[in-house]
């Protein structure tokens, strides 16, 4: 046996132990370079997986060496590696801009302890998408969980712990519903094991634990992934924490949640006949459209240019539980794409506009007037993403947009199809604020006109994804092409 | 099946929706954490309860015993233990730190510092 066969358990046991080293040896600079070298070996791994798994495909691996349906099972499919690779390649842009943008937002004592808490937030994101068992999933939705209110509570001003205590108290509420959901499974067929679940639900003739089972996991989750009308921890938390956590989160957190989702709708209930009879594609598709037309007029009325991006979060993750609702190829291909499209473009915004709390000291669109000239780096790249956000042709935005349109079109839903282009216009409307404050408004007076840019450190990292947003809106072989290929193996069903 | 037999059922759903009911219907944080508490609770009784056979023992092998209880439900709730105690300290720690920054922690009185300052920021 050499260290390759041991890949999957490495992915998430090498940032977990990164964790208490920085922990014990307290000193910044280690702590940032474990950190940032934690991402990277992530990354790395994550790469290696995705290549094996896309040459042999599925890949097992028995913890400790107990066989599959007793022990923990470590799964990579074409699903997970996915998500493996969004969750890393984000962490690894992350850490560099984190750098310089921690040490401004943070008192001097508590900055290593933000890196010990991403490293266990990226150890229990990581865990989430390559476990096969339900019991050890729900741990590291805990361990990922728990750190994330740490990270939001650091957030400089006062509202970050409201926003840190709301969130636990739903995040709680949620993992429990998950906890029971996995409970009535367990008791139904005595296993925890995800593949061995979907084998004996099968079998399963009484329906209705089955029902409530699905009920409290889709409801749990929903809390998770900030579904609509669950999602009123979201925009607190993203506005108020630091720019580097929200840029993390926007980017990870959610959809790893989805990632849940997917894997129990379509792995572990694929084949049980509990969907029959039980309109929950119909509810989950109607929440899905309420999200991206609501959220987005709520945004259009934010002041604040972070708290519009959160809102705006809230109506992306409508798009891709429309896309999963919709439950054929085109939907499920435009809903796991969107996981990375928009994973990337909401990375590249929240980290724009981190610079732009560093340098100017605020993020309200009132005092951005004039931004285009003093931070023509800055706002040229939030455009961008923001062109990817609206779904422009040429961007990552639109690519996913174009298959949830088809996909709806296949299912002869054409009013959804209008649905999402509508949402789309509302999206030009929130970036067109941007636009109007930083490009078509006189500076305020007394203001310096000189451009002051954020450091390389925060403006490179953010760069890359913006050009990653453009990169794959026309080259869509990786992000639609790999999507494509976990929705088919998603809808083939659990074997 | 009677009323009787579940009665572990009963007790358990409960508990669980007094705990979210507390959750809900209280606007001080601590007693807030103290309904998430009971409500995670619940779920411990969920799981612990039906592992356990009447007669049953503890799973050694052995000619004298014929029936077993399941093991697995009480390590996976000691995980779950854990988990709920790492919540609710850090959930207690915010709270201190929200009393600290606030001087309250009623949700009500916080909400109305919190509006106070947006409009003071406007």
Same mark, same amino acid.
């Given at each position: 046996?050499?260290?390759?066969?041991?890949?999957?358990?490495?992915?998430?046991?090498?940032?977990?132990?990164?964790?208490?080293?920085?922990?014990?040896?307290?000193?910044?600079?280690?702590?940032?370079?474990?950190?940032?070298?934690?991402?990277?070996?992530?990354?790395?791994?994550?790469?290696?997986?995705?290549?094996?798994?896309?040459?042999?495909?599925?890949?097992?691996?028995?913890?400790?060496?107990?066989?599959?349906?007793?022990?923990?099972?470590?799964?990579?499919?074409?699903?997970?590696?996915?998500?493996?690779?969004?969750?890393?390649?984000?962490?690894?842009?992350?850490?560099?801009?984190?750098?310089?943008?921690?040490?401004?937002?943070?008192?001097?004592?508590?900055?290593?302890?933000?890196?010990?808490?991403?490293?266990?937030?990226?150890?229990?994101?990581?865990?989430?998408?390559?476990?096969?068992?339900?019991?050890?999933?729900?741990?590291?939705?805990?361990?990922?969980?728990?750190?994330?209110?740490?990270?939001?509570?650091?957030?400089?001003?006062?509202?970050?712990?409201?926003?840190?205590?709301?969130?636990?108290?739903?995040?709680?509420?949620?993992?429990?519903?998950?906890?029971?959901?996995?409970?009535?499974?367990?008791?139904?067929?005595?296993?925890?094991?995800?593949?061995?679940?979907?084998?004996?639900?099968?079998?399963?003739?009484?329906?209705?634990?089955?029902?409530?089972?699905?009920?409290?996991?889709?409801?749990?989750?929903?809390?998770?992934?900030?579904?609509?009308?669950?999602?009123?921890?979201?925009?607190?938390?993203?506005?108020?924490?630091?720019?580097?956590?929200?840029?993390?989160?926007?980017?990870?957190?959610?959809?790893?949640?989805?990632?849940?989702?997917?894997?129990?709708?379509?792995?572990?209930?694929?084949?049980?006949?509990?969907?029959?009879?039980?309109?929950?594609?119909?509810?989950?598709?109607?929440?899905?459209?309420?999200?991206?037309?609501?959220?987005?007029?709520?945004?259009?009325?934010?002041?604040?240019?972070?708290?519009?991006?959160?809102?705006?979060?809230?109506?992306?993750?409508?798009?891709?539980?429309?896309?999963?609702?919709?439950?054929?190829?085109?939907?499920?291909?435009?809903?796991?794409?969107?996981?990375?499209?928009?994973?990337?473009?909401?990375?590249?915004?929240?980290?724009?506009?981190?610079?732009?709390?560093?340098?100017?000291?605020?993020?309200?669109?009132?005092?951005?007037?004039?931004?285009?000239?003093?931070?023509?780096?800055?706002?040229?790249?939030?455009?961008?993403?923001?062109?990817?956000?609206?779904?422009?042709?040429?961007?990552?935005?639109?690519?996913?947009?174009?298959?949830?349109?088809?996909?709806?079109?296949?299912?002869?839903?054409?009013?959804?199809?209008?649905?999402?282009?509508?949402?789309?216009?509302?999206?030009?409307?929130?970036?067109?604020?941007?636009?109007?404050?930083?490009?078509?408004?006189?500076?305020?007076?007394?203001?310096?006109?000189?451009?002051?840019?954020?450091?390389?450190?925060?403006?490179?990292?953010?760069?890359?994804?913006?050009?990653?947003?453009?990169?794959?809106?026309?080259?869509?072989?990786?992000?639609?092409?790999?999507?494509?290929?976990?929705?088919?193996?998603?809808?083939?069903?659990?074997? | 099946?009677?009323?009787?037999?579940?009665?572990?059922?009963?007790? %358990?759903?409960?508990?669980?929706?007094?705990?979210?009911? &507390?959750? @809900? /219907?209280?606007?001080?944080? *601590?007693?807030? +954490?103290?309904?998430?508490?009971?409500?995670?609770?619940?779920?411990?009784?969920?799981?612990?309860?039906?592992?356990?056979?009447?007669?049953?023992?503890?799973?050694?092998?052995?000619?004298?015993?014929? %029936?077993?209880?399941?093991?697995?439900?009480?390590?996976? &709730?000691? @995980? /779950?233990?854990?988990?709920? *105690?790492?919540? +609710?300290?850090?959930?207690?720690?915010?709270?201190?730190?929200?009393?600290?920054?606030?001087?309250?922690?009623?949700?009500?009185?916080?909400?109305?510092?919190?509006?106070?300052?947006?409009?003071?920021?406007?």
């Amino acid at each position: 046996m050499t260290i390759l066969d041991h890949l999957a358990p490495l992915q998430v046991v090498l940032p977990l132990v990164c964790a208490p080293l920085i922990v014990v040896v307290r000193r910044l600079g280690f702590a940032w370079a474990i950190a940032t070298l934690a991402s990277w070996a992530s990354l790395a791994i994550a790469v290696t997986l995705a290549l094996r798994v896309a040459a042999e495909g599925t890949l097992s691996y028995a913890i400790g060496n107990w066989p599959a349906p007793w022990g923990i099972e470590y799964r990579v499919d074409a699903l997970s590696s996915y998500l493996l690779l969004l969750v890393s390649a984000i962490g690894s842009l992350v850490m560099p801009y984190a750098r310089r943008s921690i040490v401004a937002e943070l008192p001097r004592e508590q900055e290593y302890l933000f890196y010990a808490m991403y490293c266990l937030c990226l150890a229990g994101l990581l865990g989430i998408t390559i476990t096969g068992d339900a019991f050890n999933l729900f741990v590291f939705m805990e361990i990922s969980s728990l750190s994330t209110y740490v990270m939001i509570a650091l957030g400089k001003r006062r509202q970050a712990l409201v926003a840190s205590y709301q969130y636990l108290i739903m995040g709680t509420i949620g993992a429990t519903f998950y906890v029971i959901g996995v409970g009535l499974l367990y008791l139904m067929t005595g296993t925890l094991n995800l593949a061995d679940l979907a084998a004996r639900l099968r079998d399963v003739q009484e329906v209705r634990p089955l029902l409530a089972a699905l009920s409290f996991i889709t409801v749990g989750v929903g809390l998770k992934l900030a579904l609509f009308p669950l999602h009123q921890w979201l925009p607190p938390a993203y506005a108020y924490a630091p720019s580097t956590v929200s840029a993390f989160l926007a980017a990870t957190g959610t959809k790893v949640a989805v990632y849940v989702l997917l894997r129990f709708y379509f792995t572990v209930f694929g084949d049980s006949a509990v969907f029959q009879g039980v309109p929950f594609a119909a509810a989950l598709l109607a929440l899905s459209l309420i999200a991206m037309i609501t959220a987005s007029l709520v945004a259009i009325f934010q002041h604040d240019l972070r708290k519009m991006f959160a809102y705006s979060s809230v109506a992306q993750i409508g798009y891709i539980t429309l896309g999963i609702s919709l439950g054929n190829v085109s939907g499920l291909t435009g809903a796991i794409a969107h996981l990375f499209n928009h994973g990337v473009t909401k990375g590249a915004l929240f980290m724009l506009s981190g610079g732009i709390a560093l340098c100017c000291g605020a993020t309200r669109l009132s005092e951005l007037k004039g931004l285009g000239r003093r931070m023509p780096f800055t706002s040229a790249g939030i455009v961008l993403a923001g062109l990817s956000l609206i779904g422009i042709p040429a961007t990552a935005g639109f690519t996913t947009k174009w298959y949830l349109v088809i996909g709806a079109l296949e299912r002869g839903m054409w009013p959804v199809a209008a649905v999402v282009v509508a949402s789309s216009v509302l999206a030009v409307a929130y970036v067109w604020r941007f636009v109007e404050a930083a490009y078509l408004s006189e500076p305020q007076p007394g203001l310096s006109a000189r451009p002051s840019e954020p450091p390389l450190s925060m403006l490179v990292p953010a760069w890359i994804l913006v050009a990653a947003c453009v990169y794959f809106g026309l080259e869509t072989s990786f992000n639609v092409g790999a999507a494509q290929a976990a929705a088919e193996f998603l809808l083939r069903g659990p074997r | 099946m009677t009323l009787a037999s579940h009665y572990s059922y009963w007790v %358990t759903i409960f508990l669980m929706v007094a705990g979210l009911f &507390i959750v @809900t /219907a209280s606007g001080n944080l *601590v007693k807030k +954490l103290i309904g998430l508490g009971v409500f995670q609770t619940s779920v411990y009784l969920l799981y612990i309860a039906p592992g356990k056979l009447i007669g049953g023992t503890a799973p050694i092998l052995s000619g004298a015993f014929l %029936t077993y209880s399941n093991p697995l439900p009480h390590v996976l &709730i000691l @995980t /779950a233990i854990v988990v709920g *105690v790492a919540t +609710l300290a850090l959930g207690l720690a915010i709270v201190v730190r929200i009393r600290e920054e606030y001087g309250t922690i009623e949700e009500t009185a916080i909400l109305e510092q919190d509006r106070a300052d947006a409009a003071a920021r406007q």
